[in-house]
């Protein structure tokens, strides 16, 4: 096996002492052919005798607890002491672990049987689950009872329907969950709510950031998506009677997902650029409109995304994108345009011709490999060519406040909200006494 050259000499270093076996993630991936992302070792050493054997690399004590801690070899290799599991009454962290020398009794606590191996620094592989079995057949199958293994960390359920995209794209090749793992992640999906936020969103993300729609399509059919985002369940079969749709708002939703980059934020954006059609939907000539289920979506998603925990900063670009998903590209003037950009951003609207390219695409099979329309893209081109400062108003409030002799208040906001209207229209038009003559017959006089 390819290893890279630190972590060989690390592990040489700790078997001396005592048995060390690497383990996880990275086993699994070289035993698939693929270059793993970081490394685990497991030992039999206690933590102080792994920062003792470790002495002159950086060693971080990540997880002292259970066992953990970090060595810099300079790739960072996770050291784990060998341990068995006791119970978990908080549903995240056993109750105690026990330090042990058997392998087979730390692999017993693991996951999944492909991430339930350990390898000798002799090269002897340890599968008591059948590890390899399941990698050749390209299945994910919980260690021991699901619905049990379940129920000590909820957070397994989210790793499944994870792995199962994971897996297949670094395979390129499909993978399943086990019958009774797939059962009691159905049954069970109600005690992911027992899992924080936090963890449950990067759980979302890294699933959100594959290529594979295996796992997504595995959330929605266990109903698991719907725990995290109960927004969501309201699109599941909610049809579209439109010319322009071939599907159910969540089919679309989910296509659109496939077809945006794999940025968080644009793959949050188009997971929830629909949220809020089932609320705004009106019939009109057996034909189905969703008048307002941007505005509406933007305020949604807000509330989704903080309670998911992410950050500010990307909260505020999804509902940006998800606010403006419906802007009127082909109809829209330079005005309409200068204004949306004004509104997101520069990335914000290259972020949102990427979403509704994809939103597009994801309507109709028809049009799966429909292009953004060159006189749009020239228009979009223009608007981001402009330097700022060509419609960064000339006057401010303090301007406006002193030509017509106003106090501080809402009409300052409301002549400026007009000025940079007018402004937007024209550039040209920005220059301080041009503005003031064009405000002063809209100036009242009453308050
Ligand atoms: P990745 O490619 O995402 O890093 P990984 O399998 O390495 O996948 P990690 O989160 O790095 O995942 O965990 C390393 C190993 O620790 C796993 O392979 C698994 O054996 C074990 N493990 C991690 N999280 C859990 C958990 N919640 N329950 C049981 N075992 C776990
Ligand atoms: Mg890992």
């Given amino acids: 096996m390819d290893l890279p050259e630190g972590l060989r000499r690390l592990w040489g270093l700790l078997n001396q002492r005592a048995p060390t076996y690497l383990v996880g993630g990275c086993l699994r991936d070289s035993l698939l052919g693929q270059t793993p992302q970081d490394y685990d070792l497991a030992t039999a050493l206690p933590p102080e005798q792994v920062t003792e054997a470790a002495a002159g690399l950086h060693v971080v004590p990540t997880g002292i607890r259970y066992g953990t801690v970090t060595v810099h070899t300079p790739l960072p290799v996770e050291v784990t002491t060998l341990r068995s599991d006791g119970r978990y009454s908080d549903r995240r962290h056993p109750d105690a672990v026990a330090f042990t020398d058997r392998v087979e009794a730390d692999l017993a606590r693991r996951d999944f049987t492909v991430n339930a191996m350990a390898l000798g620094y002799d090269g002897n592989l340890t599968d008591p689950f059948g590890g390899r079995r399941d990698l050749r057949a390209r299945v994910i199958r919980a260690v021991g009872d699901p619905a049990e293994r379940f129920l000590e960390d909820p957070l397994r359920i989210w790793r499944a329907v994870r ?20 059962a009691a992640i159905t049954r069970h999906r109600a005690e992911t709510c027992e899992v924080s936020e936090e963890r449950v969103r990067d759980e979302l993300l890294r699933l959100l950031m594959c290529r594979s729609r295996a796992g997504l399509a595995a959330a929605v059919e266990s109903r698991l998506l719907f725990i995290a985002i109960p927004e969501l369940a309201a699109l599941h079969g909610f049809a579209q009677r439109h010319p322009q749709h071939d599907s159910d708002v969540l089919v679309h939703t989910l296509r659109v997902v496939g077809e945006v980059e794999a940025t968080p934020v644009l793959r949050l954006a188009a997971l929830l650029h629909d949220v809020a059609k089932p609320e ?23 509330g989704i995304l903080r309670r998911l925990r992410l950050p500010g900063e990307v909260v505020d670009r999804v509902v940006g994108l998800v606010s403006n998903h419906m802007f009127p590209w082909t109809e829209a003037g330079p005005k309409g345009y200068r204004r949306l950009r004004a509104e997101v951003g520069v990335d914000g609207l290259r972020e949102l011709v990427a979403l509704h390219v994809a939103d597009v695409r994801g309507s109709r099979a028809a049009v799966a490999r429909w292009e953004l329309p060159a006189a ?20 401010n409030g303090r301007d406006i406040m002193a030509a017509f002799g106003l106090q501080p208040g809402p009409e300052v906001g409301r002549l400026l909200a007009a000025a940079q209207e007018w402004v937007w229209e ?17 100036v009242r006089e009453d308050v």
């Avoid at 792995?163 to 797939?182: C, K, N, P, V």
């Avoid at 189905?288 to 933007?298: I, P």
């Avoid at 040209?428 to 002063?440: D, F, K, P, S, Y």
Wanted: aromatic residues 6%; glycine residues 6%.
């Fill in 426 to 442: 024209d550039p040209a038009r920005n220059e301080h006494q041009t503005i003031v003559e064009h405000l002063r017959p809209l």
């Fill in 376 to 395: 749009v893209a020239a228009r979009v081109e223009e608007v981001l060519a402009e330097p700022p400062e060509v419609i960064r108003l000339a006057v």
């Fill in 163 to 182: 792995f199962l995209s994971q897996l297949e794209d670094r395979t390129g090749r499909a993978w399943h969950l086990e019958g009774a793992t797939s």
């Fill in 280 to 302: 705004c939907v009106l019939w009109l000539d057996g034909v189905t409109h969703f008048y307002g289920h941007d505005r509406l979506g933007a305020k949604m998603a807000e």
